[in-house]
């Protein structure tokens, strides 16, 4: 089982759209949890944590559930700009600070 | 952000030759790595450092070396570059504290 899965999508959404993308991972010592946003042929860049009681940030919801797993992004009133893809981020403890990246989900948001 | 450069950001070289990718950063960030991206496989990582004596092995090394120059720069080589080493390569600098990353506008490596 790969350490961070995520479904690659593509997520094709109307403009407003209300998207949400779901990543799981396999190691229980996983520490903290993070969304990174990559464009297109660009650098990662980090887009939020993810807290245990759930974070916001505008448009965006993260949360994470310990029990099962899974963190998850929700995008709500989607726009053009979001278009990119979605890293799921995991930093396990013990590992000496080095994340694990999910191969990313795709999302494309259509006028 | 950690204000992550990387040079050249685009190289076409040929089987055989050495070549050094290089970074900088000026927010002096202790750890430092290398990443290469390949599409479909994500991101893996190949070295990294958490301060100028501390290199360390990533999940795949082989065929890279790396040289931490000082706190704020981290070089890659490819000693001998082979074609399936065609890929973007992404240096990022991180916070112990914070566990977050920032990472470098890449370079898109093409060996012929």
């Known amino acids: 089982r790969k350490e961070v899965e995520q479904d690659p999508g593509p997520f094709n959404v109307p403009e407003g759209a209300t998207v949400a993308f779901n990543c799981t991972y396999s190691?229980?010592?996983?520490?903290?949890f993070f969304w990174y946003r990559q464009d297109c042929r660009k650098e990662p860049k980090l887009l939020m944590s993810?807290?245990?009681s759930g974070n916001e940030d505008g448009r965006f919801t993260a949360q994470l559930n310990r029990a099962s797993q899974y963190i998850s992004l929700l995008i709500r009133d989607s726009k053009l700009s979001d278009s990119a893809t979605y890293l799921c981020?995991?930093?396990?403890?013990?590992?000496?600070?080095?994340?694990?990246f999910g191969k990313g989900t795709k999302l494309s948001v259509k006028p | 952000d950690a204000d992550v450069t990387q040079t050249p950001r685009n190289r076409i070289t040929k089987t055989g030759k050495r070549i050094m990718l290089e970074c900088s950063q000026t927010?002096?960030?202790?750890?430092m790595y290398w990443y290469r991206q390949d599409p479909g496989l994500g991101l893996r990582l190949i070295y990294y450092?958490?301060?100028?004596?501390?290199?360390n092995k990533g999940e795949i090394s082989d065929g890279y070396s790396v040289s931490r120059q000082a706190q704020a720069k981290f070089s890659l080589s490819l000693e001998s570059a082979i074609p399936n080493q065609t890929a973007l390569y992404f240096c990022?600098?991180?916070?112990?504290?914070?566990?977050?990353?920032?990472f470098g506008p890449g370079t898109r490596l093409t060996v012929l």
């Open positions: 981020v995991v930093h396990v403890r013990g590992s000496q600070g080095n994340l694990i």
């Open positions: 190691n229980s010592a996983s520490q903290s």
């Open positions: 993810v807290y245990s």
């Open positions: 927010k002096g960030h202790d750890r």
């Open positions: 450092s958490f301060d100028v004596k501390d290199i």
């Open positions: 990022a600098a991180g916070l112990p504290s914070t566990d977050t990353q920032y």
